[in-house]
Every structure is written in C-alpha cells, then in structure tokens.
C-alpha cells in the first residue's frame, strides 16, 4: 500500500516597493525551494505566492507581470499608490486562500530557504519568527544599538521572551492574526504588533535562528522615525492588553514620589508641600483606578485570550 503523503497548504506573501533589482530572483529562489522540498520528502504541497506591488514607480509591476505568467501558482496585487507595508500585508492576507500564510521580503535579505521549516512548525504553533541571530547577520552596525535597545524595551514592556520583535520572515495562522487584526498598522510596525500581541495573548510563538543578508537595492525605512514609531508602538500595544500594568505601575510611581516628596519636605522645613504632593498622590490614584478599570473591561472582552 502507497504511503500517503503529508499535506501542506499555505500563501506565501511578498509585499515589495521598488525591489526591481531582486524580486525576480526573489520569485524563483521560492519555487525551487519549494521543488526541492517536495521532491526530498515526499510531500504534497498546495500554496499561491502573492507578491504585492505597493506602488512602485521603477519597473517592478512589469518585472511582476512576466512573472506572473511564467508561474502558475504566483499572483499580484498591484496598488497605484504606496500604501506602507503593513497594509500590503494585510491586502495580501485577506486575498490568501489558504490558513497558514508566510511573510518574507522581496529584498534578497531573508534564507527563503527556512520556508519549509517555517510551515512545518505551524503544526504545533500559532506563529514561527525567523529570529535574526544566526551565525551571518549583516545588520548595518549603526541600527544594532537602537534594534537591541528597542528589543530590550518590547521584553520588558511584555514580559515575554522575543528573540526579534520584527523579522519579515515567519508563518503565522492566518485565523489568528484576524483576532488582532484592528490593531494590526500599515506602516513598518506591523510584524512588530502582531508579535506583541501573539506573545501577549497567550498564543503559541516560536522562533527560528536564521542568517540575515545584505539587501538588494535602497531601502524605504526611515531610521529616525520609524524608531520612535516603534517605541510608541510597544507602549501602545502592551497598553491595550495589559492597561493596569502601564496604569497601575505609573501611578503607584506617582504615590511613592507623593509621599518621598512629603517626608523629605516635613524633615526638611517642617510642613508638608500640600500642592505638590496632593497633585502627585491624586494624579497617582487615578492612574491606579484607570487601570484597574481598563483590566475590567480587558477581562470581560469576547474572545478574549489572555
């Protein structure tokens, strides 16, 4: 009796922006990896690759369109502006056909190669990040402090133990991303917030190390910004799922400042600075009562995880 093959059923998303240098290279480096795959263990595979052409003004959309008919299985999306990449993401998501769905880059710079192993850990986990600490990581010197900063900022903020809060390459579920998806931007933070979120929410998350390479062409992030977007994003999102953690902890701060500003004051001049302290030490309870309120009503939400 022929042993039956395991099957695999996926969409593998590409957004690009003006990657007219790599994303041919880009497009058959995925189908031979997926050819290969197929052949050295016997599996069956049903998958669609979408790449998502996010406006682009040099001659991606041609480079796309001889693509898409050289392939049978690759389709695109073609947007007439430049949306951000999370929107294109989420464009893609919503046409994939298929449950689990993989993000990469249509820049050369993540091991497509990892796909397979990506889907397969799908199996027992709700989302695999390709974590960007292999042995050959090119990442310009210059962004490795604020990237280890803003990494060491998201662990603290969560709680949870993120290998990297915002790789390109990872497979996720495709039905529980759409439980986030209102909170899910369409600038660069998007796999930022889904990571968050996934992690803060209880949900299985996995990491895979792999190598990270120099990328094909310019790139479209803005240092600065996109920085400081970041940080927001990470109080932002920790906020909404733990409110009383960022509430309560700022205003139990404020209560204790109340009351070292009192203390010291009473020793010092012998009375207590009523305005500073009576500001500080009501400032603080409500903060209190702000969280403990937004922890109630963060409780009572439907379908709620964590």
């Given amino acids: 009796m022929e042993k039956k093959r395991k099957q695999y059923n996926f969409s593998i998303i590409v957004p690009c922006f003006n990657e007219s240098l790599a994303v041919s290279k880009t497009a058959k480096e995925i189908f031979s990896t997926l050819n290969t795959w197929q052949e050295n263990e016997d599996v069956q595979l049903g998958f669609e690759l979408i790449f998502v052409n996010d406006g682009s003004t040099d001659d991606t959309s041609e480079k796309l369109s001889i693509l898409h008919q050289d392939f049978e299985n690759l389709e695109v999306i073609d947007s007439k502006i430049n949306c951000g990449y999370g929107a294109s993401l989420k464009k893609g998501i919503l046409a994939a056909k298929y449950d689990s769905i993989v993000i990469t880059d249509a820049d050369g710079t993540y091991p497509n190669e990892r796909i397979p192993e990506l889907i397969k850990g799908l199996d027992i986990n709700d989302m695999v990040i390709g974590a960007r600490i292999g042995k050959n990581v ?3 010197t210059l962004r490795r402090p604020v990237k280890w900063l803003l990494l ?3 662990r603290w903020m969560s709680k949870a133990d993120i290998k990297d809060l915002n790789s390109g390459l ?4 495709k039905d529980q991303v759409l439980k986030f998806w209102n909170m899910l931007p369409n600038a660069f933070s998007f796999t930022s917030t889904i990571t968050l ?3 803060i929410g209880g949900l299985n998350v996995s990491y895979l190390p792999i190598d990270y390479h120099a990328r094909i062409g310019s790139s479209s992030i803005k240092p600065i910004q996109d920085t400081l ?3 927001s994003l990470v109080l932002r999102t920790v906020m909404y799922f733990k409110p009383l953690q960022i509430f309560g902890t700022t205003g139990l701060v404020m209560l204790a400042v109340a009351i070292c500003v009192g203390i010291t004051s009473k020793i010092l001049i012998g009375e207590v600075p009523d305005v500073i302290a009576v500001s500080l030490f009501s400032t603080g309870s409500v903060f209190i009562g702000l969280g403990l309120l937004g922890d109630l009503i963060n409780a ?3 379908n709620n995880n964590f």
């Fill in 197 to 199: 979120s996934m992690h």
């Fill in 229 to 231: 977007r970041f940080f």
């Fill in 152 to 154: 060491q900022y998201a």
């Fill in 170 to 173: 990872r497979s996720m579920k």
């Fill in 138 to 140: 090119q990442i310009p």
């Fill in 300 to 302: 009572r939400r439907p």
